[in-house]
């Protein structure tokens, strides 16, 4: 009798000794890379500028908005052999720039130099009083552009 | 009583121990990333230089000379430090270049829980070399024994080239309802 009641005695210290000892171990995820698409990551040398900004209507801070999407517009480039172009979405400090979109034209078809954004894509909602700042890269088959001036969209 | 407590303590080091077995260091390149996306899903790659990973289409175009910022996780804990080495097409390290490009101390020591892994960002000056086929190796190496280092590799898919297109310009942006 004395001896079960050590050996339960024992099982329970155990149990309860070792589960507050052992923390969680991490998992690595498994998850599929999402991402196939080429690019640049110019995004710490640029300056933020945001003389290119539009409607810039978030002085107030309302919980924004009615805005579904931002669209961005930019020139067309003369240099002949730009297949694409690539959306980033600058960093607010130091850090990566995220690639957002890469827009190509189809053969024979000249490449878009407009493309809309919707905010769903940018990972997060903005917050008013917030900005999102966006810079573009033209790439061919074997390089790229330095990236473009930034610009920004308030909230 | 004794002899009871002590059996407890050895069957708790026993199970700690198979418990703790796996927990090497591991790092990657960040999945997901739109900048620097691993070859490989696995954090755990032990041989050099790119665990054995063949080379990828998902290829990132640099230029050079420019500034890069790249990221990558620490997916288990362990004292130690990140260094990134550029490699060619036959992934060997590039001469001529520092090597490695860019170290950094690891500084995020608390316990990896619900796989909230360490995140962290590495920026380096890209080698102003055209570099074709080429890949930038993160080696993470592990110091829980300072006298015997343990390294964990990780390979994104880069090209460098010294020719540029032109600039894109007359950036705007219009907020649609």
Same mark, same amino acid.
């Given at each position: 009798?004395?001896?079960?009641?050590?050996?339960?005695?024992?099982?329970?210290?155990?149990?309860?000794?070792?589960?507050?000892?052992?923390?969680?171990?991490?998992?690595?995820?498994?998850?599929?890379?999402?991402?196939?698409?080429?690019?640049?990551?110019?995004?710490?040398?640029?300056?933020? @500028?945001?003389?290119?900004?539009?409607?810039?209507?978030?002085?107030?801070?309302?919980?924004?908005? @009615?805005?579904?999407?931002?669209?961005?517009?930019?020139?067309?480039?003369?240099?002949?052999?730009?297949?694409?172009?690539?959306?980033?979405?600058?960093?607010?400090?130091?850090?990566?720039?995220?690639?957002?979109?890469?827009?190509?034209?189809? @053969?024979?078809?000249?490449?878009?130099?407009?493309?809309?954004?919707?905010?769903?894509?940018?990972?997060? @909602?903005?917050?008013?009083?917030?900005?999102?700042?966006?810079?573009?890269?033209?790439?061919?088959? +074997?390089?790229?552009?330095?990236?473009? +001036? +930034?610009?920004?969209?308030?909230? | 009583?004794? /002899?009871?407590?002590?059996?407890? %303590?050895?069957?708790?080091?026993?199970?700690?121990?198979?418990?703790?077995?796996?927990?090497?260091?591991?790092?990657?390149?960040?999945? &997901?990333?739109?900048? #620097?996306?691993?070859?490989?899903?696995?954090?755990?790659?032990?041989?050099?230089?790119?665990?054995?990973v063949a080379r990828t289409t998902n290829v990132k175009k640099y230029l050079a000379g420019q500034k890069a910022t790249l990221e990558f996780e620490e997916t288990v804990n362990h004292p130690g430090r990140y260094e990134v080495y550029l490699l060619d097409a036959q992934e060997k390290p590039v001469a001529g270049v520092p090597s490695p490009l860019a170290t950094l101390e690891d500084t995020q020591n608390a316990p990896i829980i619900d796989s909230k892994f360490h995140q962290y960002n590495i920026s380096f000056d890209v080698p102003?070399?055209?570099?074709?086929?080429?890949?930038?190796?993160?080696?993470?190496?592990?110091?829980? /024994?300072?006298?015997?280092? %343990? &390294?964990?590799? %990780?390979?994104?898919?880069? #090209?460098? #080239?010294?020719?540029?297109?032109?600039?894109?310009?007359?950036?705007?942006?219009?907020?649609?309802?």
């Amino acid at each position: 009798m004395k001896t079960g009641l050590r050996t339960s005695v024992a099982a329970i210290f155990l149990v309860w000794g070792c589960s507050t000892q052992v923390a969680p171990l991490p998992m690595a995820s498994l998850k599929p890379n999402a991402s196939s698409k080429s690019n640049v990551d110019g995004s710490a040398s640029q300056p933020q @500028t945001q003389s290119n900004t539009q409607n810039q209507t978030g002085t107030a801070p309302q919980p924004n908005e @009615t805005t579904s999407s931002l669209r961005l517009s930019w020139s067309k480039s003369t240099s002949a052999s730009v297949g694409a172009y690539q959306i980033y979405l600058a960093p607010p400090a130091e850090g990566p720039a995220k690639l957002l979109k890469s827009v190509s034209s189809g @053969t024979g078809i000249s490449v878009p130099t407009t493309v809309d954004v919707p905010l769903k894509d940018l990972g997060t @909602t903005p917050v008013a009083g917030s900005k999102v700042c966006f810079y573009i890269v033209a790439e061919d088959p +074997e390089t790229i552009s330095p990236p473009s +001036e +930034e610009a920004c969209a308030q909230f | 009583m004794k /002899n009871l407590m002590t059996a407890i %303590s050895v069957a708790c080091g026993f199970v700690l121990a198979v418990k703790a077995a796996p927990a090497a260091a591991h790092a990657r390149w960040k999945l &997901n990333s739109t900048i #620097s996306a691993p070859r490989s899903t696995d954090p755990g790659l032990k041989t050099a230089p790119c665990g054995g990973v063949a080379r990828t289409t998902n290829v990132k175009k640099y230029l050079a000379g420019q500034k890069a910022t790249l990221e990558f996780e620490e997916t288990v804990n362990h004292p130690g430090r990140y260094e990134v080495y550029l490699l060619d097409a036959q992934e060997k390290p590039v001469a001529g270049v520092p090597s490695p490009l860019a170290t950094l101390e690891d500084t995020q020591n608390a316990p990896i829980i619900d796989s909230k892994f360490h995140q962290y960002n590495i920026s380096f000056d890209v080698p102003a070399i055209d570099c074709t086929g080429c890949a930038f190796q993160l080696v993470q190496v592990m110091l829980d /024994n300072p006298n015997s280092p %343990s &390294n964990y590799y %990780s390979c994104t898919d880069i #090209s460098i #080239s010294t020719k540029a297109l032109e600039k894109p310009t007359g950036l705007k942006i219009e907020k649609l309802k």
